[in-house]
């Protein structure tokens, strides 16, 4: 018999939406417009209209520039904020209109793993406080000794030497700190884990230490990941398949290896031609027109046609959606689907 | 004679209980014209490096030893005035952060026409026009306007755009950028690395390009100094550097890169953490994660000397140098 849970995409995303409000109190939303007060409510459109879902197992990239909404959908993804608009599925259940209280069983399955590993440590706690904690609380049946078994496993497992366990946060190097937010995120045994940007604070030295670590992770707890950063270079080793987010719009998704062969929204190329190679003896990247427009009052059409050598008068009005191409990847881009692009 | 000269550069900082030594004995040369790059991780002294060529140390930090000579005069030994000539006018510099750099109550127009006139006598108006001048070559549209904008109107793009203008305001022989891009996206970075070149290349301005991102160095740089736990460990012309590294910490460095393993193997990262600067090991700084460490680099200092092409500061380089083409060649 099959398994029905493996029927399910472990993660659903379906017209995602996340707007933020600008002006919140009733005072903040009067305005002067041409002598006139008048009410007027200004929002960011962080997330819009996302749609993708997520194999059991796999890595998926969330990858774009600051303000293209990636970390806003890790956020929507693990409950800590609610959308706007749209649903997100957890294993075949809908969870997003789900109170905070349901959400807690959920928790144990998902885990999230920030930046900043000094601002996800209580500098209060020790390191044995900080990783029991969350045994603790998803665990109640477990017993003095059983948590501190559970706590000591994972620490081994991670390369968390035990004879750190009594000493505090702010003793430890950034590498050393997000080896150990790593760990109490994998305390509970999570199957799904959120990274935003884990990596990006750290050396060079150290970034390859913590990706080994979450790639171990992975094989040996099966883990899925949903992997934001807006390092291309970690894209390629790390994800399985990765989507490319544009003012908060899904530009492309692929496999990693099919989008980096051959990438095919124009935003992709240049994202990708912009990451500095070791091998260049000069930059040599595709020059993007102007800067990013402003999420708050987004373009109208194609998000990205204000920068794109090939828009035209339809990606000005019209919003291209995603199209599957003959080698699997979704592209939202009209110059593509009207085969107008040079290659 | 070259730019600029660093010899047997030194910089302590004064604890409460000890002096801690962030900068050991550093010396290198930049010729007029030159871009060279200084890389290693946080903590290795890079920044610290570009503080004290401007003599920017504050306490407790101090230049211990050395000179640093600026066309044949030692910057040193200046006095605040006298550096204060140079500072800006001749050798300028370019932070990580454009938003602290920019003074937030001043418009851009008033902090080009401050710097220009501080070293120039000129009226505003010309001042200004210097300003929109330099501004329309670092390709900010529309620069009249900008003299009038404050620097949180303007994109981080932008301002760094504004920054590089600012620097080469008074056309300065050198231009010291400490992380110029790490703040931005690649696709700006990208833009403003090309936009660094160009202007250096052009007005024939030294550079020093301070950065953890070898990509970066490899594009901007004719030479590379690799720094590591305050000390040069290896120098040279970058080419050379990025493709055949001596320095096993460098190898570890480029091996550990994401690019140089195939997608989903593990990568080659290097074990432990650079040493604080109280902790630094007696002998070689990069033993205790040198896989190659035999007893003498425990013990023993390695000086930086010539090899082959580049400069290394390692005892074991010629063992390795064989064992690595023994083992392509078998």
Redesign the interface.
Known sequence: MKDMASDHKILELKNLEKRFELDKGFLETLKLRGGRLVREKREVHAVNNVSLSMERGEALCVVG??GCGKSTVARLVAGLLEPSAGEIHYDGERIDNKSRHEMLGLRKKMQMIFQNPYASLNPRMTIQQALEEPVRYHNPGLGRSGVKDKVEAVMKSVGVDPSWAARYPHEF?G??RQRIAIARALTVDPEFVIADEPISAL???????V??LM?EAKDERGLTYMFIT?D???V???GTRVVVLYLGSICELAD??TLFESPKHPYTK??L?????????????I??KG??PTPINLPTGCPFHSRCAFADKRCMVEKPRPMQQPDGSLVACHAVEEDRLDT | MSLLSVRDLSVKFAMRDQTVTALNHISFDLAKGERLGIVGESGAGKSITGFALMNLLSRPGFIDSGSIHFEGEDIVQMSEAQMRTIRGNRMAMIFQDPMVTLNPVLTIGQQMVETLQAHRKLSKAEAEQIAIVKLREVYIPSPEERLGQYPHELSGGMRQRIIIAIALLLDPELIIADEPTTALDVTIQADIMELLLELCQSNKVGLILITHDLGVVSQMTERTLVMYAGRIIEAGRTREIINDPQHPYTQGLINALPQQTLPGQRLKQIPGNMPGLDAVPVGCPFAPRCQFAVDHCRTTLPELVRYGDVEVACHEVNRLHETRTEDQSA
């Open positions: 520039e600051s190097s590498g050393q050396d060079v030295s150290i970034q390859a230490q990706l080994n790639l807006h291309l270079s970690v390629q080793h790390f990693t290896a240049a994202l031609s912009a990451v500095p190679q070791l091998q260049d003896d000069k930059p040599s990247h020059r993007l800067e990013i």
